[in-house]
């Protein structure tokens, strides 16, 4: 029994600091972040000139925006197993992308454009590694 006369199993039951609902919210929240910030880079390249390193002739940012879109949209349907698929394929090329820019603006071989003198390759591969973790912890929470 605890000071309230409750039995300790029913009193911890009851607390919840993190459910599936509150990790789906972040990994949405993150998603629109994400979209937002690569949109913005989507219209300078497309207004003011080239700013994204090229990926197979494209620019890199299209292929981040579109990673990040769909797996927005697939975090929106937390247990459909296709959702599962769109989402992880998506995040997991985002990530890969952004890896592979990160690791070419360290060793100097392309430039990513910047925002507040930080490399959006680096913001994209935090945000991407980032929600691929959180849904994976998500994922082991009871339902």
Same mark, same amino acid.
């Given at each position: 029994?605890? @000071?309230?006369?409750?039995?300790? &199993? /029913?009193?911890?039951?009851? *607390?919840?600091?993190?459910? @599936? &609902? ?19 880079? =989507? ?11 090229? !990926?197979?002739? *494209?620019?890199?940012?299209? #292929?981040?925006?579109?990673?990040? =879109?769909?797996?927005?949209? #697939? ?5 459909? @197993?296709?959702?599962?698929? =769109? ?7 985002? !990530?890969? *992308? #952004? ?5 070419? &603006? #360290? ?8 925002? &507040? ?8 591969? !935090?945000?991407?590694?980032?929600? *691929?973790?959180?849904?994976?912890? /998500?994922? /082991?929470?009871?339902?």
């Amino acid at each position: 029994m605890d @000071r309230r006369g409750l039995p300790r &199993e /029913r009193f911890r039951k009851n *607390i919840t600091l993190v459910s @599936r &609902e509150r990790l789906t919210g972040v990994i949405v929240g993150m998603g629109c972040i994400g979209v937002l910030l690569t949109a913005w880079l =989507v219209i300078s390249q497309l207004f003011r000139g080239p700013t994204c390193p090229d !990926l197979f002739g *494209i620019p890199a940012c299209f #292929a981040v925006l579109g990673g990040y =879109v769909l797996a927005t949209g #697939a975090a929106w349907f937390p247990d459909s @197993r296709r959702a599962a698929v =769109v989402f992880y394929a998506s995040t997991g090329a985002t !990530l890969v *992308i #952004a890896i592979w820019f990160s690791y070419c &603006e #360290a060793s100097g071989t392309a430039s990513c454009p910047t925002f &507040e003198g930080l490399p959006m390759c680096f913001t994209s591969l !935090l945000g991407a590694a980032t929600m *691929i973790g959180v849904d994976l912890v /998500r994922r /082991r929470l009871p339902q």
